[in-house]
């Protein structure tokens, strides 16, 4: 295996500081104020579609920056079977970066709401103690806090591998 990482710049390296500032739940967190008291659950089901959108461009831009990816490259950044690949061509394990499967997570339950009307697929049955695959998902709001945390941790330990290498 190569290590194709090119050298961290002080431009790049203040860059990726400052994306590990960013919280991705500032997007969701307004879906969430926005739909008031009458339509909890279902605001917490679009913040969470929301918290995965902003996970993953944020994730992209992350990674097109410290590897200097051409936007085709960057597109691919999106598919998890080309983030390993990518990742790995540059000396990184996706997989053992602290909290990738919560973003597997994350993916499966927005793909979940958008594609199958919030129904607990095969993958999620028993991710969290409340769903049973073929029901409906409940607790939108206690999925959404767990998540968000730790996509958050997930994330910022992404940026500090990017760091590293």
């Known amino acids: ?35 008031g008291k009458t339509q909890r659950q279902e605001s917490f089901k679009h913040a ?13 831009q992350a990674i097109t920056l410290r590897f200097q990816l051409h936007p085709g490259q960057a597109k691919k950044v999106r598919f998890k079977k080309d983030r390993i690949r990518i990742l790995k ?9 602290d909290g990738a499967e919560t973003a597997q997570v994350l ?3 927005t793909q979940s709401i958008v594609f199958e009307d919030a129904v607990v697929t095969p993958d999620l049955n028993d991710v969290f103690p409340f769903w049973k695959e073929g029901y409906p998902m409940v607790q939108f709001d206690n999925t959404y806090t767990i998540l968000a945390e730790d ?5 910022e330990a992404l940026i500090d591998t990017l760091l590293a290498h």
Do not use: A, W
Not at 9 to 16: A, C, D, G, R
Not at 48 to 60: A, I, K, M, P, R
Not at 151 to 155: E, S, T, Y
């Open 89 to 97: 061509q540059h000396g990184i394990d996706y997989l053992q970066i």
């Open 107 to 109: 993916l499966l339950i």
């Open 151 to 155: 996509i958050q941790l997930h994330f």
């Open 48 to 60: 969470l579609v929301e918290l995965n959108q902003s996970f993953e461009d944020y994730l992209s």
């Open 1 to 35: 295996m190569s290590n194709n990482s090119r050298s961290l710049s002080p431009e790049l390296s203040e860059k990726l500081h400052d994306l590990k500032k960013v919280r991705l739940s500032t997007l969701s967190n307004k879906v969430i104020q926005r739909g």
